[in-house]
């Protein structure tokens, strides 16, 4: 089994992770703007609702960061298993990710339905090499972006523990305070420390999976 915090470097490399803090950023300012100029938005109603206005933003920036290539990923709009909207889901070469504002960024968002099925689908990605035999691919492994919620102190990468409802088997340092990575020019460079055949053994019952289940 592989280290998550492998997996979620080998599916979004660490050129682009300085894109997430700064859509988070620019969100956040939008919001605050906003509700100075607009002036429904200025009501009490409005002010306690300012973490539903932060979600919509983060949500634009990232959806126009993939359009315009800044990010090197797919998405989706995704229901709710409860047909009461949809969530942005982000779609890497083998794996999945949501967006959450949460207040404590060392335990997972609210569960849903969504987010717990989506949970049990890391178990393959476990650091628990004594329970290997006894797992299999279940679906599309998937990760988090988690960030403050009514101001940026905060975000990061996490991979939910799939044996638990709150807690992570591996949070990223905070993506507010990593330093800006220069562009560079050819393919990404991969990082070699971890077991690549181990990784490709992973991405290949994930295609496996993936194929059998009708899930492209």
Not at 94 to 118: G, L
């Amino acid at each position: 089994m592989l280290n998550p915090e492998d997996f979620v470097k080998d599916q979004i490399a660490l050129r682009y992770w300085p894109v997430f803090p700064t859509v988070l950023k620019t969100a956040y300012a939008a919001v605050e703007d906003s509700k100075k100029d607009v002036p429904y938005l200025q009501v009490k109603s409005a002010h306690e609702n300012t973490g539903r206005l932060i979600s919509l933003a983060v949500d634009f920036g990232v959806q126009r960061a993939i359009e315009s290539g800044a990010l090197n990923c797919d998405f989706r709009w995704r229901e709710y298993a409860r047909p009461t909207g949809h969530y942005l889901e982000l779609r890497f070469s083998h794996s999945t990710a949501s967006i959450s504002q949460v207040t404590d960024p060392k335990r997972q968002p609210r569960n849903v339905v969504f987010r717990e099925n989506a949970r049990l689908n890391n178990q393959m990605i476990l650091d628990i090499p004594e329970l290997k035999d006894d797992l299999e691919i279940s679906g599309v492994p998937h990760f988090l972006l988690v960030h403050g919620h009514q101001s940026l102190d905060f975000a990061h990468f996490g991979v939910p523990l799939a044996t638990s409802k709150t807690k992570y088997s591996w949070l990223s340092q905070n993506l507010i305070n990593i330093p800006h990575i220069i562009e560079t020019s050819g393919p990404d460079t991969e990082d070699t420390d971890y077991d690549l055949d181990e990784m490709n053994l992973l991405k290949e019952d994930i295609d496996k999976w993936r194929k059998d289940h009708g899930d492209k």
